[in-house]
T-cell receptor
Framework: AQSVSQHNHHVILSEAASLELGCNYS??????LFWYVQYPGQHLQLLLK??????LVKGIKGFEAEFIKSKFSFNLRKPSVQWSDTAEYFC?????????????FGSGTRLLVRP | EAQVTQNPRYLITVTGKKLTVTCSQN?????MSWYRQDPGLGLRQIYY???????DKGDVPEGYKVSRKEKRNFPLILESPSPNQTSLYFC??????????FGPGTRLTVL
């Protein structure tokens, strides 16, 4: 079955530290990839997305992600986190050859940034 | 403003009392879906709809019903809620790429 794994369930960082959140998926075909962010008490918002082309994609608020096809990974990075980045982050995969609208989510990573 | 709306935002009810959570989108999207979010489990899809009068089960459909009589609306129905349906529910509408636009969420507590 298709699945998305986020290995870090909880991450605690100090402000200005660098961030990398791992995401791996199990699907052999072509995929669209997403990172969503959920700030405390809010709904999910799109952080960035990858459909094709340059595997390094830039999103909002200084986030970026790199698609490594050979590793089935789409890791999220930010060079210097801020207290306002405290949120839960979800990786999601759309298997393009399957139902074209379906989105499979990882279990999420809770990030706490200490001032 | 393009958006997905849900009502109510918060609901406390008792076991067995039928309830409906409404969802509406103004982006003319064909695809809509319902998710529940539980700690440590991420988002799990309950039901989805590819278009008007076309619905199908997601990963956790037991205890839920949906209908899609109009393109913009996709209500979630709990005929006989139970405590294990206490959760945070999100409605979403989608582009064909899979990119989904989420509503603000409905926090449901079933006593």
């Amino acid at each position: 079955a298709q699945s998305v794994s986020q290995h870090n369930h909880h991450v605690i960082l100090s402000e200005a530290a660098s961030l990398e959140l791992g995401c791996n998926y199990s699907y052999g075909g072509t995929v669209n990839l997403f990172w969503y962010v959920q700030y405390p008490g809010q709904h999910l918002q799109l952080l960035l997305k990858y459909f094709s082309g340059d595997p390094l994609v830039k999103g909002i608020k200084g986030f970026e992600a790199e698609f490594i096809k050979s590793k089935f990974s789409f890791n999220l990075r930010k060079p210097s986190v801020q207290w306002s980045d405290t949120a839960e982050y979800f990786c999601a995969v759309n298997p393009r050859m399957d139902s074209s609208y379906k989105l499979i989510f990882g279990s999420g990573t809770r990030l706490l940034v200490r001032p | 403003e393009a958006q997905v709306t849900q009502n109510p935002r918060y609901l406390i009810t008792v076991t067995g009392k039928k309830l409906t959570v409404t969802c509406s989108q103004n982006m003319n999207h064909e695809y809509m879906s319902w998710y529940r979010q539980d700690p440590g489990l991420g988002l799990r899809q309950i039901y989805y709809s590819m278009n008007v009068e076309v619905t199908d089960k997601g990963d956790v459909p037991e205890g839920y019903k949906v209908s899609r009589k109009e393109k913009r609306n996709f209500p979630l129905i709990l005929e006989s809620p139970s405590p294990n349906q206490t959760s945070l529910y999100f409605c979403a509408s989608s582009l064909t790429s899979g990119e989904q636009f989420f509503g603000p969420g409905t926090r449901l507590t079933v006593l």
